[in-house]
């Protein structure tokens, strides 16, 4: 996760999953990234396969300020990459208290 021109960028290496078996759900403070892959069928001559399988999830907190409801993601090359614009930050205004007494 870093920051690049305005934007809040994660990225996640993800080798051999089909961009269908990848979901997204984002929220102001969380973004969680799930997903399952199956069991290949075993074919005839395999004596051993070394690939992963099952249910992946991984939820990261996200600093005060994300727009998730803005995200955008692109999977390209084994690599899921989410671009959320960061809101900018509310001036604090100040103003004088009066005494009374």
């Not at 005839?44 to 992963?52: I, K, L, Q, T």
């Amino acid at each position: 996760m870093y920051e690049k021109d305005g934007n809040l960028i994660v990225e996640t290496e993800l080798p051999g999953i089909p961009r269908e078996a990848i979901k997204i759900n984002g929220s102001d403070h969380t973004l969680t990234i799930q997903g399952e892959t199956k069991k290949e069928e075993r074919r005839e001559g395999d004596y051993r396969s070394e690939r992963r399988h099952g249910r992946f999830y991984r939820s990261v907190a996200l600093p005060e300020g994300v727009s998730a409801a803005r995200a955008k993601a692109g999977f390209a090359d084994d690599v899921l990459k989410i671009t959320m614009p960061l809101q900018a930050k509310p001036e604090e205004k100040s103003h004088t208290i009066p005494i009374s007494g």
